[in-house]
C-alpha cells in the first residue's frame, strides 16, 4: 500500500546539506506527508510531516511541490548520527494508518 | 510522559510452535495501536491496526492474528509458526486524533523461527 517512491540508496559528506526527494503523484488532497527515520535495529522516529506548506523543526525541513506530487526532505547539515534509513510517507488525513516503502538508505562520510 | 514497551526483545522459536509478543503503552488512553514487521534488510510491513478495545484491523493475509483486550495493551500471536514468520516485529501508536502526525515505536522483537 506504500504509495511513495524513493531512490534506495544516497550518499553524503559530513556537514553538508543532504535533499532526500520523494515521489506521490497519486496523492489525495486528505494525505499528509510524513518522514521518519529508522536506525539498525531499532524502531523508525518521527522526523517531519506536512500537508501543504514548507515546514521546519530543529530536525529537518521539508519542501512541498505545488502540486504537492513529490517532496525532498532536507538536512541542513548532516552528521555521521544521520546515517539511517528515510521513509517517506503518505497518511490519509481521515485515518490515521502508516504505510512505510522500502526507503532510502543514507550514508554520511566523514 | 507517554512510553512503549514490548517483549519479548528476542526470541528464537521452532516451526510450528505458538507465539505471544505483547506490547503496552504508558501515559496516554484511547491510543491507536499497531503492529508492524520487518524482514531483514526491507521496509516496515502494516500487519495490525486497532483503534480500539477489541477492535483490529488485519491488514494482511497471514499466520498471525492480534488482539486488543484492554485500551493500552496489543498482543500478536501465532498457532503455529512459519519459516516465513521470521523478522523484527515493531508495536507503535498514535494518538486517537489524526493531525499529531506521530508515530512511536517499541524496542521491537526479533523472532527467529528455526
Known amino acids: 500500500d506504500a504509495k511513495t517512491t524513493q531512490p534506495n540508496s544516497m550518499e553524503s559528506n559530513e556537514e553538508e546539506p543532504v535533499h532526500l526527494p520523494c515521489n506521490h503523484s497519486?496523492?489525495?488532497?486528505?494525505?499528509?506527508i510524513h518522514w521518519y527515520r529508522q536506525l539498525p535495529s531499532q524502531g523508525p522516529e518521527y522526523v517531519i510531516h506536512g500537508l501543504t506548506s514548507n515546514v521546519n523543526n530543529r530536525m529537518a525541513s521539508l519542501a512541498i511541490a505545488e502540486d504537492r506530487k513529490s517532496s525532498t526532505l532536507i538536512l541542513h547539515r548532516a552528521t555521521l548520527r544521520d546515517a539511517a534509513v528515510y521513509y517517506c510517507?503518505?497518511?490519509?488525513?481521515?485515518?490515521?494508518?502508516?504505510?512505510f516503502g522500502s526507503g532510502t538508505k543514507l550514508n554520511v562520510k566523514p | 510522559s507517554q512510553t512503549i514497551h514490548q517483549w519479548p526483545a528476542t526470541l528464537v522459536q521452532p516451526v510450528g510452535s505458538p507465539l505471544s509478543l505483547e506490547c503496552t503503552v504508558e501515559g496516554t488512553s484511547n491510543p491507536n495501536l499497531y503492529w508492524y514487521r520487518q524482514a531483514a534488510g526491507r521496509g516496515l510491513q502494516l500487519l495490525f491496526y486497532?483503534?480500539?478495545?477489541?477492535?483490529i484491523s488485519s491488514e494482511v493475509p497471514q499466520n498471525l492474528s492480534a488482539s486488543r483486550p484492554q485500551d493500552r495493551q496489543f498482543i500478536l500471536s501465532s498457532k503455529k509458526l512459519l519459516l516465513s514468520d521470521s523478522g523484527f516485529y515493531l508495536c507503535?501508536?498514535?494518538?486517537?486524533?489524526?493531525?499529531?502526525?506521530?508515530?512511536?515505536f517499541g524496542e521491537g522483537s526479533r523472532l527467529t523461527v528455526l
Open positions: 497519486t496523492i489525495s488532497g486528505t494525505d499528509y
Open positions: 507503535a501508536w498514535s494518538g486517537a486524533f489524526a493531525n499529531t502526525g506521530e508515530l512511536f
Open positions: 486497532s483503534v480500539g478495545i477489541g477492535q
Open positions: 510517507i503518505l497518511r490519509d488525513g481521515g485515518i490515521n494508518k502508516f504505510y
